[in-house]
């Protein structure tokens, strides 16, 4: 005699069964492609997980690295003259809540900009409880965790919209993403959070989708603007205000940057924000720059050349993740020549853009089964 549990599996519609087997595909090719940005950066750099971290090792950082190096009381790896986003967030995690701001945050370079990204280095250093070494280890554990949980759920998104789930993999392949786990830095857990987010308000789950938009942008404060095209999307389609889903990530974003001032003051003579500036400035003052390498020209040109198509796109089949990703479309405009200047740093900004557009061009609305008629 049959189970009901045995009866749940036979009854189990086959498209279901391939579509979990499909996910299983997906997630345990992410992690594959994780492991192998982790074993790269340990065999480019001797073994030493600092090398995920990217310290630098130019004379303007040295005060820097060398405090990093006292923490930890060994040499550790470096590479280029400044080093990238990762050497910040660790000295953030040894104190994430700047209880100690002249300990490790004095020699943050922008201290405030730096600590408004407070998600990844609280977690990462666990409240500031995990020795140094450990948190080395638990910053490439924590973005290859996001980077797995962001691409089941571009997976699922995707399906949402008619695809395949193998095109999570938009989120796992996005050059941004790749970039940022190499360099250790806060963008993969906010896009993740934020994919999530999407997903969450795509099956109505309203009060999931609030904090997992909290989370989005206490990791990387730009997601604002993904998720106001997410609350216009909600506007369009219920003729509604979205005031919980918009106004308590928002909340939650000021109060940390509140809590923020009172504990951190900016260097003298420094810029905190640097990234922005007037329409169209720094993606025309770089033209220069891309034009001495043919390569470099042409991949960026590619990336400008999605952003009308997602534009098109989300019109004409409105829907959260491309209405998320067209703030980062307005955003592109005003970002300085510090960003466009390269391909690197500006895949990094503009994430959400080539997931959504790849999702987009991917998928199409499914159909509807036929209804049998009916005898009248």
């Known amino acids: 005699m049959a189970t009901p549990g045995t009866v749940g599996k ?25 492991l192998l940005i982790i074993a790269a950066s340990l065999l480019r750099h001797d073994g030493d997980i600092a090398g995920l971290i990217k310290f630098g090792a130019g004379d303007t950082v040295a005060l820097r690295t060398a405090h990093v190096e006292d923490v930890l009381d060994r040499d550790v790896a470096t590479v280029g003259l400044l080093g990238h986003d990762g050497s910040m967030f660790f000295l953030q995690a040894l104190d994430p809540l700047y209880l100690s701001p002249d300990e490790h945050a004095a020699y943050l370079d922008r201290p405030r900009y730096r600590a408004q990204r407070m998600l990844f280095p609280l977690v990462a250093g666990v409240g500031g409880l995990l020795p140094p070494e450990a ?8 973005n290859l965790a996001a980077f797995v949980f962001g691409t089941l759920g571009a997976a699922r998104v995707a399906q949402r919209l008619g695809g395949s789930p193998w095109l999570g993999l938009s989120f796992a392949l996005n050059p941004g993403i790749i970039f940022e786990f190499d360099i250790s830095g806060a963008g993969i857990v906010a896009f993740a959070c934020a994919i999530w987010g999407t997903l969450a308000v795509m099956d109505g789950r309203t009060r999931a989708s609030v ?41 939650s974003t ?12 900016s260097h003298d003579g420094v810029t905190e924000v640097q990234e ?37 796109r989300a019109v004409q089949r409105p829907n959260p993740l491309a209405w998320g990703a ?9 970002l300085t020549r510090q960003v466009w200047w390269n391909f690197f740093d500006i895949s990094r900004a503009i994430t ?11 998928t199409a609305p499914r159909r509807r089964p036929d209804c049998a008629v009916s005898p009248s």
């Not at 009854?11 to 997906?26: C, D, G, I, K, T």
């Not at 948190?135 to 924590?142: A, D, Q």
């Not at 206490?218 to 003729?239: D, Q």
């Not at 000021?254 to 003051?265: H, P």
């Open 211 to 251: 904090w997992w938009f909290v989370a989005a942008v206490l990791a990387r404060e730009v997601m604002l603007l993904y998720l106001a095209g997410v609350c216009c999307h909600r506007l369009f389609t219920t003729r509604r205000l979205p005031l919980a889903l918009g106004g308590i990530p928002l909340l």
């Open 254 to 265: 000021l109060a940390w940057m509140i809590y923020v001032r009172f504990r951190l003051a």
């Open 10 to 34: 036979q009854n189990a519609h086959p498209m279901s069964l391939a579509v979990q087997r499909s996910e299983r595909r997906v997630i345990a090719t992410t992690i594959a492609i994780g």
């Open 326 to 334: 067209l703030g980062f479309v307005v955003l592109a405009v005003f």
């Open 135 to 142: 948190v080395l280890w638990s910053m490439g554990v924590i």
């Open 276 to 312: 922005f500036g007037p329409p169209f400035g720094g993606l025309l003052a770089s033209v220069d720059q891309w034009l001495t390498d043919p390569v470099e020209l042409a991949i960026i040109l590619c990336l400008i050349g999605l952003m009308p198509v997602l534009v098109v």
């Open 352 to 362: 959400p853009i080539m997931t959504a557009s790849t999702v987009m061009a991917l």
